[in-house]
Antibody, heavy 118, light 110 residues
Framework: EVQLVESGGGLVQPGGSLRLSCAAS????????MIWVRQAPGKGLEWVAD????????FYVDSVKGRFTMSRDNAKNSVYLQMNSLRAEDTAVYYC???????????WGQGALVIVSS | QSALTQPASVSASPGQSIAISCTGT?????????VSWYQQYPGKVPKLVIY???NRPSGVSDRFSGSKSGNTASLTISGLQAEDEADYYC??????????FGGGTKLTVL
């Protein structure tokens, strides 16, 4: 059974930092591209970032470039999202997701809520 | 404003069929057969119901089908059931390695 379990969400002040983690199991993690998607309260889905199997290729939505960094540790079957210089508009549920191929998502984590507020 | 355009809402009675459209450009929907559809209940995690425009994952009802014409993809749900009431999002690969989503469509089963 595929499982994706996020952790690390919480309340942070504007300008602060937060690191999300996602522990994966039930599939060949080291052979799978991984994706982060977010959903602001009451809003739609937004792709944030994704990464190839060995972490050598990373892609980001323009609004987070230079502030967010995605990484992975294949030995630990985990993917991470380091979020710096957080803004109010980054407030959202962040989903870790498994790429079926060509940025199509076949499994989603339960989500981690990030609230950026003073 | 979302990259892909979906109707905000659709409604129909049980047993009827509905189609939800998803309009993009030649850089995404029209240029790649990598359109996916997701079902999301309030407060729940999205679920993949269609990928590669027309393919259904294992376990998804065959009442769900997908199609594409030009820059517009469509999700059709036939034989509507109360359990189909949810939000539906389309997603597409965009040239240059970007994933774009539609703004979502709220399906109401009357």
């Amino acid at each position: 059974e595929v499982q994706l379990v996020e952790s690390g969400g919480g309340l942070v002040q504007p300008g602060g930092s937060l690191r999300l983690s996602c522990a994966a199991s039930g599939f060949a993690f080291g052979s799978t591209w991984m994706i982060w998607v977010r959903q602001a309260p009451g809003k739609g889905l937004e792709w944030v970032a994704d990464m190839n199997t060995d972490g050598s290729e990373k892609f980001y939505v323009d609004s987070v470039k230079g502030r967010f960094t995605m990484s992975r540790d294949n030995a630990k079957n985990s993917v991470y999202l380091q979020m710096n210089s957080l803004r109010a508009e980054d407030t959202a549920v962040y989903y870790c997701a498994k790429d079926l191929g060509w940025l199509q998502i076949d499994y989603w984590g339960q989500g981690a809520l990030v609230i950026v507020s003073s | 404003q979302s990259a892909l355009t979906q109707p905000a809402s659709v409604s129909a009675s049980p047993g009827q069929s509905i189609a939800i459209s998803c309009t993009g450009t030649s850089s995404d929907v029209g240029g790649h057969d990598r359109v996916s559809w997701y079902q999301q209940y309030p407060g729940k995690v999205p679920k993949l119901v269609i990928y590669d425009v027309t393919n259904r994952p294992s376990g998804v009802s065959d009442r769900f089908s997908g199609s594409k014409s030009g820059n517009t993809a469509s999700l059709t749900i036939s034989g509507l059931q109360a359990e189909d009431e949810a939000d539906y999002y389309c997603g597409s690969y965009r040239t240059g390695h970007t994933l774009v989503f539609g703004g979502g469509t709220k399906l109401t089963v009357l």
